[in-house]
């Protein structure tokens, strides 16, 4: 049933989507790096913030179990739902963070200016890096949870998301650049 995978993969992607937007809305401040150089350029550089990082990882979480929460009311309406056990809660959300923030130290390595558009990077990123840390934190849950056609639409629908919230967000002044 390629409608309730959809719907699964829609539900395992908000707490990984979460992070990064909430990140763009809260951050500010210092940078995470604080200036430090390597090699003749910065090492994460001014959009990667403590204040982002941070509130990114706890709203993703509060997402997480809220899903959790609201569950069991919408299971009888949309079909079987993904319960977030309490490792996962917090993996996803801080995975997602990490991999923004593994992107960008690459972005740095390569020259890449802040905000510089780095396609297939730049949409996946966090997406990676929320699979991988789950996949060390709680691989069980992950093998049993993302089937392959729920990995397939993940793969899809990110950029296609991603791109959708960075316009919006671009147009509301909250970014600088559409991507
Ligand atoms: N942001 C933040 N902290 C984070 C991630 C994002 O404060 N950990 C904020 C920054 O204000 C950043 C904005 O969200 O400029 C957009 O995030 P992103 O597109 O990931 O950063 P860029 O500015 O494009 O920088 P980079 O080239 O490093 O991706
Ligand atoms: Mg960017």
């Known amino acids: 049933m390629w409608m309730a995978e959809l719907l699964i993969t ?40 403590a204040r982002g990082a941070l509130g990114g990882a706890v709203a993703g979480t509060v997402v997480a179990v809220g899903l959790n929460a609201l569950r069991p009311a919408l299971e009888p309406l949309m079909g079987p739902l993904p319960q977030f056990p309490p490792l996962v809660t917090v993996a996803l ?23 510089a558009a780095i396609p297939v990077l730049d949409q996946l990123d966090f997406l990676i890096g929320a699979t991988v840390l789950t996949l060390i934190l709680a691989p069980g849950w992950l093998f049993r949870t993302v089937t392959p056609t729920v990995a397939l639409f993940a793969i899809v629908l990110t950029p296609l998301l991603h791109r959708i919230a960075n316009i919006v967000a671009f147009r509301l002044g909250l970014k600088q650049e559409p991507h």
Do not use: H
């Open 93 to 115: 959300p801080v995975g997602a963070i990490m991999g923004d923030i593994m992107g960008s130290f690459l972005k740095r390595r390569g020259g890449f200016a802040r905000g």
């Open 10 to 49: 829609m539900w395992l992607l908000l707490p990984t989507y979460i992070p990064n937007n909430v990140a763009v809305i809260v951050g500010g401040g210092p940078p995470l790096d604080r200036g430090l150089m390597l090699r003749g350029r910065r090492l994460l550089g001014d959009g990667k913030t």
